[in-house]
């Protein structure tokens, strides 16, 4: 089998050669950020794994990754509110792959809301996707990383929270809570030489993000409040998470990487 290419090395980024062949397990990784991770992965000659609730378009990127030589992903519908569906998923994923390496906490939803609208069922749902799957997906793939004498553990977090930032209350709570866990898991999980890390994005320019949010107005703001000019995208969070993941990172952990061109 050829090696697969590496578009990153063509255009001047960098190659990690500990990420060839690693297994890296990925929540929410059928489109956005997440999407750009699963490529960025693969471009690495790592073997990946994701979940999403994304059927079409989790299909469609496996197809594409495999049509451009990389190792194919393994994927699998799943909604990561059902903590016991999640789990499952890892470890079938694991029983058809391997142990897993790298895990990267990437799934969320940042839909709009108010104090006052928000009731405790609600709550309890936004808390089910944005804050809770992170810890029992650590929880699930801690023992394969044990066997294997180390791994990667990187928790997506926010710089939303982090600013002057309104309409989405329960979102801020969650993603602050990120740090928490990156915090809180680092020293237990460090013995056993896994790195917890959280990775936290400013407002990155997805389809979604575009469709919903974005008007001329919020982008001459943004354009305004970074400090560098462009538009975040999803490959700008991908090449941290990469980075993270790989030897080259050996020594970080408990740490909070921000990629937000200066925004937060």
Not at 15 to 38: C, D, H, Q
Not at 129 to 151: C, E, K, Y
Not at 172 to 188: D, F, I, M, P
């Amino acid at each position: 089998m050829p090696e697969p290419t590496s578009p990153a090395s063509a255009v001047g980024h960098a190659v990690y050669p500990s990420l060839r062949g690693r297994r890296v397990f990925i929540t929410g990784g059928g489109s956005g950020i997440g999407a750009a991770m699963v490529s960025a992965f693969a471009e690495q000659g790592a073997q990946v794994a994701f979940v999403d609730v994304a059927e079409a378009a989790s299909r469609a990127l496996a197809e594409q990754v495999a049509a451009a030589g990389h190792p194919a992903p393994w994927w699998q519908v799943c909604n990561v509110r059902d903590v016991a569906a999640l789990q499952r998923a890892i470890d079938e994923a694991a029983t058809a792959l391997g142990d897993f390496s790298v895990l990267v906490n990437n799934v969320a939803s940042d839909d709009r809301h108010t104090v006052e609208s928000v009731t405790p069922e609600y709550w309890d749902e936004r808390m089910a996707i944005n804050q809770r799957p992170a810890f029992f997906a650590i929880q699930a793939v801690v023992p394969g990383m044990r066997r294997l004498g180390s791994g990667s553990i990187v928790n997506l977090g926010s710089t939303g929270w982090q600013r002057n930032s309104s309409g989405y209350p329960c979102y801020a709570v969650a993603k602050s809570s990120v740090n928490g866990l990156t915090h809180g898991l680092a020293g237990s999980l460090g013995a056993h030489r896994i790195r917890v890390n959280t990775v936290s994005p400013g407002w990155v320019m997805t389809e979604r993000q575009v469709k919903l949010w974005l008007t001329p107005e919020s982008e001459q703001a943004v354009r305004r409040d970074q400090c560098l000019p462009d538009l975040l995208q999803p490959v700008h969070v991908a090449r941290m998470v990469l980075f993270l993941a790989s030897d080259d990172a050996a020594m970080c952990t408990a740490q909070e990487f921000k990629v937000d061109a200066g925004w937060a």
